[in-house]
């Protein structure tokens, strides 16, 4: 009984190239407007879920070891939602991330993607089909939507929690462009996502973003669809810089840049205005760089990032797979 209740997920993080940043209702995680994101094929989860009928309250392991807090609190409460669909049974659950905490990368997004597949697999009953599985993903975290599916997606934002679901825009094979995260700082943020999409909203901004942001996402997707790398990267670190002027003027005022990101901004700028080298950023809310080039100039970016930026570790990402299940359990 207990081995055909469990499963294991395999999720990838994503970054947005137009962001998630504001709630419209905070308890379904519906967004302002829609979004657009890479699914990340190096930064990776792993979640073994485990239903078990003689376990009264739920076990969650993150990097091996045992956590009682507010983050098992969480896990535990979306996992009822998924209990209530079929059976009130306690869980053993046990998740690994491929790339270390506070490294700009969103934990959140590859963990309810992969926690959301193991956690109805181990039920051994017919899962949901992969859009209500990403409407899944975004119940526990909102970036989560874009991270159930393959390469490049749309994160449809909606109006409401049936209308609020990712499509793929385009497969991994589409398109070779490379996100290298450079991680410059690992101190967790000051404000977290959840307070900052509140402060987003009341922010007077917002109102012209919104307006705005039709045309910039019929605009990206043109370029994405023809892999016109440089409209792409103009539009993708126009809207970088805007989310954080509206992160950065808000009230409380959310500075998640340090020093040496505007460093490493102003050196890929000059590589890409003075040299003619084809490389763009984005950013999330943190300080590390995401680098956006495409594949035959990656290890030219990459030399040149290590000369400015010894120090830093930098985490190479091609367009990502789907989440998909997988044999090697965690438990
Ligand atoms: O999913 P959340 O609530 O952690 O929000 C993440 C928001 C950003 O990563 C900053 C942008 C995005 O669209 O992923």
């Known amino acids: 009984m207990t081995d055909r209740m469990k499963a294991t997920a395999r999720a990838c993080s994503n970054i947005a190239f137009i962001k998630y940043w504001g709630k ?8 302002l407007n829609d979004s657009v994101s890479m699914t990340l094929s190096d930064a990776v989860t792993t979640t073994t879920v485990q239903w078990d009928p003689e376990l009264k309250d739920d076990v969650i392991y993150l990097n091996s070891e045992r956590i009682l807090d507010a983050r098992a609190l969480r896990i535990s409460r979306y996992l009822d939602r998924i209990r209530d669909q079929y059976y009130r049974m306690g869980a053993r659950v046990a998740s690994v991330n491929s790339f270390p905490a506070g490294t700009g990368i969103a934990s959140s997004a590859s963990g309810f993607a992969a926690l959301a597949t193991a956690a109805f697999a181990a039920f051994g009953e017919e899962s ?34 049936a209308s609020s679901y990712s499509e793929q825009l385009c497969g991994p094979g589409h398109w070779d462009l490379r996100d290298l995260v450079v991680v410059l700082s690992r101190k967790p943020k000051t ?21 705005e942001l039709p045309a910039r996402i019929l605009s990206l997707k043109g370029a994405l ?7 792409f990267g103009e539009i993708v670190e126009h809207e970088a810089m805007e989310v954080q002027a509206i ?11 340090q020093p040496d990101t505007i460093r490493l901004i102003h050196h890929l700028r000059a590589w890409r205005d003075d040299e003619g080298v084809p490389v763009w950023f984005t950013l999330d ?47």
């Open 225 to 231: 669809a023809t892999r016109d790398v440089a409209t």
């Open 24 to 31: 419209a209702d905070f308890d379904h995680n519906i967004p």
């Open 128 to 161: 949901p089909d992969e859009t209500e599985m990403t409407r899944w993903a975004r119940r526990g975290s909102g970036s989560a939507c874009r991270s159930v599916q393959a390469g490049f997606v749309e994160w449809k934002g909606g109006t409401d929690d």
């Open 247 to 257: 992160m950065m003027s808000g009230r409380p005022s959310a500075l998640y840049l």
């Open 285 to 331: 809310a943190g300080p590390n760089l995401h680098v956006l080039c495409e594949g035959d100039v990656a290890f030219e970016v990459r030399e040149r990032l290590t000369i400015v930026a010894p120090d830093a570790e930098i985490l190479e990402n091609r367009p990502g797979p789907a989440a998909r299940i997988v044999d090697d359990h965690l438990l």
């Open 191 to 211: 404000i977290s996502s959840s307070e900052g999409h509140k402060i987003a909203v009341r922010h007077p901004f917002m109102a012209a973003r919104q307006e």
